[in-house]
């Protein structure tokens, strides 16, 4: 069996956002297939990773990231351990992985969650031309990147000269392989929890709401969406709003109860969720890097309506009707496109979960593994 470290410098477990919570299944599914240890932040609940080994050798604080007393542990550690690859968690820590491979020759692999520079560039980071060059070296020295998009393999290998060989198709996964047979028991689940009629669509958004483009995301439905869905009566409808971190500000959206709008928090069961939605609501418009929340719902058979940002990353042929593209800002296609596709039902086909299904993601990442 392959042993393999890990680097992930931030808190995921237990997981709230899809980006911790991408972090949490893919260590859960690799843990499966290899012997694998996790060097992460003491801020974790580690007593959530059952099948694999964890180290909280990280500091809490920014400082981790320039803690120079790291390389020489880390060092020690693959040489005791006999480590056969080490992945890292995004670019943040290239210096150090440079170093490691350095003076261990250790197989380097960095996962890449999004291209970060562009990332930051659409939230308006002032330093984001520094990470953009910082990011390109990382990706240059290292032996595989694994992308969680085609796009953002694409630009690596067309921008920043990386060899094909190189990079490889990790993306986020989900942990059904088939269509879900109890999407009606969930709808009824929604339907009796909120006080839904029989009669009015299921609408749904979901994300960490301390999370700009998200909270952005949620004004546009509240300011612009809703007015649109509210104009046209025969249309019968609520929205169901899913997520921690709204700001104390809006009151747990009160003003807007009357207006078809049910805030449910921060939900443990979130499955339920998507299967019993009609429909998932995306108009997201910045953060780049594909949106967790839609690959979830569209393998849950739920058909998405996202803007052409908020559907960035996503394979759309895989998704044959269930994902549905408006223009960004578009806001009266994207009002018209919920009311004409409410209700209509497409089956996810078979090509989706065979590309988004982890066993299978994690069969691809065992053959890059095995290449050494």
């Not at 997981?15 to 972090?23: E, L, R």
């Not at 984001?128 to 990147?145: C, G, H, R, T």
């Not at 909270?215 to 546009?220: E, K």
Request: hydrophobic letters at 40%; aromatic letters at 14%.
């Amino acid at each position: 069996m392959k042993k393999v470290l890990a680097i992930a410098p931030y808190s995921y477990l237990p997981y709230f956002s899809g980006g911790q919570k991408f972090i949490a299944l893919f260590f859960e599914h690799l843990g499966n297939e290899v012997d694998l240890t996790v060097i992460s932040v003491e801020e974790n609940d580690f007593s959530l990773a059952k099948n694999y080994k964890t180290i909280p050798l990280l500091k809490k604080s920014f400082s981790r990231y320039l803690d120079i007393n790291l390389a020489a542990k880390i060092v020690s550690l693959v040489k005791k351990e006999n480590y056969d690859a080490i992945i890292w968690e995004h670019p943040y820590y290239a210096w150090l992985a440079y170093k490691v491979k350095r003076q261990t020759a250790i197989t380097t692999i960095l996962h890449s969650h999004n291209i970060e520079y562009q990332r930051f560039r659409t939230l308006g980071k002032w330093w984001w031309p520094i990470l953009k060059v910082y990011e390109k070296w990382f990706s240059q020295f290292a032996d595989f990147i694994f992308y969680i998009t085609a796009i953002d393999k694409k630009f690596a290998v067309e921008h920043w000269n990386v060899p094909v060989r190189k990079a490889i198709d990790v993306p986020f996964g989900i942990e059904i392989d088939q269509y879900p047979r109890d999407r009606e028991n969930c709808k009824l689940l929604l339907r009796t929890k909120h006080a839904i009629s029989e009669d009015e669509t299921i609408l749904l958004f979901n994300g960490s709401l301390d999370y700009k483009p998200n909270l952005d995301a949620l004004i546009v439905i509240l300011k612009q969406i809703n007015p649109i869905l509210l104009s046209h009566k025969s249309f019968k409808y609520k929205i169901l709003i899913c997520g921690k971190g709204l700001p104390g500000e809006l009151n747990e959206l009160k003003e807007y109860k009357n207006e078809n709008i049910i805030y449910t928090g921060f939900v443990n069961d979130i499955e339920t969720y998507f299967k019993g939605a009609d429909l998932f609501l995306n108009p997201v418009q910045a953060g780049g890097g594909i949106k967790t929340k839609m690959v979830e719902a569209i393998g849950f058979g739920t058909t998405v309506v996202a803007t052409s940002s908020g559907a960035i990353g996503i394979e759309p042929e895989l998704c044959a009707g269930k994902l549905i593209v408006v223009e960004d800002g578009n806001w009266n296609v994207f009002g018209r496109a919920v009311i004409e596709y409410a209700r209509l039902e497409h089956v996810t086909p078979h090509e989706y979960y065979n590309y988004y299904y982890y066993r299978n993601i994690v069969k691809n990442i065992m053959t890059v593994l095995n290449r050494n």
